[in-house]
């Protein structure tokens, strides 16, 4: 087992610090937090054909840790189309090696280096999340069983000419602090229902509370009705865009006017499927053409047996 490590990140710089002007326009989506967190997370990359650079390129420049690649088959003139850091010197040689240096130059926080040994477990384990693009089906299966025993995060993708799939696995226990990134909503109280099982709230009509069923909710600057002012989270069910419910308010006292209603960004516990299980019963499909519902299930099995046929893959007209 042996690594080409091409380029060291500015290990401590990165980790005490976070530099504003590289990462302005992520910290603006993500928030401070999210970006520590990526920080401090190694990952591996299997495969570096047009894919792979591509994923490679997106998870240097957002900066995380470390990007491990791992793609010792010889480059072929097909990549060329595809691959943008490989060039016609670099056909017959191994593809990861071929472009370690330039992606390594796409960020000096960030260390990039070369896996040239086995992918075996004491290897796999090692890292918080491997990507595999362009790998075999047993190869996906056997990696995949690694990771979900040891709660490693696992993503799979695959590009075969116009269509692509996706597989996420990050184990039975994975918590989303923060379902969808938005800024969490604000609104204005005009009513509340007092001393009711599910009290209806009303807020402004000036404008929508933005919330859906299941988010939580809590209150300030409450005139009467003082028992909701600072309370622990209250799940809502949305009934309209101006109203919703929040639970008992029976014992409180009346509401008497003003008062803002906050949206609390709330955990989340997911559970995820290995890949082994999710080919036998992939469950909800992502829905990418309304008008062709039967396509998604037939495009996962297109890709099984394309995964049961292995590299190299069939040519068109192929019986």
Known sequence: MSDVVMADATESKAEDTIDESLYSRQLYVMGHAAQRRMMESNVLLIGLKGLG???????????VKS???????????????????????DVGKPRAESC?????ELNNYVRVSVHTGALDKDFLTSFRCIVATDATLEDQLKINAICHENGIGYIQADARGLFANIFCDFGEDFTVYDKNGENPS????????????????????DARHNLETGDYVTFAELRGLTELNGCEPRRVTVKSPYTFTIGSTVG????????LVNQVKMPSKHTFKCLQDALVQPGE?????????????LLHLAFRAL???GLPLPRPGNA
């Open 67 to 89: 990007v491990t690649l791992y793609d010792p088959r010889e480059a072929e003139i097909a990549d060329l189309s595809s691959q943008f850091y490989l060039s016609e010197q």
């Open 186 to 205: 604000s609104c204005m109280v005009t009513s509340i229902e007092a001393n009711v099982e599910d009290a209806l709230v009303t807020v402004s009509d």
């Open 307 to 309: 995964g049961e046929f």
């Open 285 to 297: 499909f992502l829905m990418s053409d309304f008008g062709k519902f039967d396509r998604p299930p």
């Open 100 to 104: 370690v240096q330039q992606l390594a």
């Open 252 to 259: 409180m006292s009346t509401y008497e006017r003003g008062g």
């Open 53 to 63: 650079v591509e994923i490679a390129k997106n998870i240097i420049l957002a900066g």
